[in-house]
């Protein structure tokens, strides 16, 4: 009788311990695959990640990851872009963004409702006007060209943003 409640006691032990494992995996995944800042679903071609404040976040897109330094008031560092083209991850020295073209995969389709169920009126989206990045100069000025927007260096977009 007594090797069977310790046997059962190991398994409620081991199950509550593989329980807590999946809860902390699901919750570290989903971390990955929400914006820090905003909530929104991180997208493929403009997934950033960023240091704020000692810690490494996961965030929809570069407007959003530097509009956490005029949020939290702390310089904010982004560590690695996404090529919108490719799909692949970009260092941000030498990466090119353009900003506040036609294109923006952050904007929201539908209107936000209020309480009264009436829509609301945006004043601000920390994710407009939209940047998406790029491995050359080349491949921005052509999406630019296509779909309008500023080319510059990331360097001279992200230091507006270190102060």
Same mark, same amino acid.
């Given at each position: 009788?007594?090797?069977?409640?310790?046997?059962?006691?190991?398994l409620c032990i081991l199950a509550f311990a593989g329980f807590g494992y999946a809860g902390w995996r699901y @919750?570290?995944?989903?971390?990955?695959?929400?914006?820090?800042?905003?909530?929104?679903?991180?997208?493929?071609?403009?997934?950033?990640?960023?240091?704020?404040?000692?810690?490494?976040?996961?965030?929809?897109?570069?407007?959003?990851?530097?509009?956490?330094?005029?949020?939290?008031?702390?310089? @904010?560092?982004?560590?690695?872009?996404? #090529?919108?083209?490719?799909?692949?991850?970009?260092?941000?020295?030498?990466?090119?963004? @353009?900003? #506040?073209?036609?294109?923006?995969?952050?904007?929201?389709?539908?209107?936000?409702?209020?309480?009264?169920?009436?829509?609301?009126?945006?004043?601000? #989206?920390?994710?407009?006007?939209?940047?998406?990045?790029?491995?050359?100069?080349?491949?921005?000025?052509?999406?630019?060209a296509e779909h309008g927007g500023q080319v510059l260096p990331f360097a001279q977009l992200a230091s507006?943003?270190?102060?």
């Amino acid at each position: 009788m007594k090797k069977r409640a310790i046997t059962g006691v190991l398994l409620c032990i081991l199950a509550f311990a593989g329980f807590g494992y999946a809860g902390w995996r699901y @919750v570290a995944s989903r971390d990955s695959q929400t914006c820090r800042a905003c909530s929104r679903p991180i997208h493929d071609h403009t997934r950033t990640i960023a240091v704020l404040d000692g810690k490494t976040g996961y965030y929809c897109c570069p407007a959003c990851a530097l509009s956490e330094h005029q949020q939290a008031g702390k310089p @904010v560092q982004i560590t690695q872009l996404t #090529d919108y083209l490719s799909g692949k991850p970009l260092a941000p020295d030498g990466a090119y963004v @353009v900003r #506040d073209s036609e294109v923006n995969p952050c904007a929201r389709k539908e209107a936000a409702l209020a309480p009264d169920k009436h829509p609301m009126h945006t004043l601000f #989206d920390r994710c407009s006007p939209g940047i998406l990045a790029f491995r050359g100069r080349r491949q921005a000025e052509a999406f630019a060209a296509e779909h309008g927007g500023q080319v510059l260096p990331f360097a001279q977009l992200a230091s507006g943003y270190q102060h």
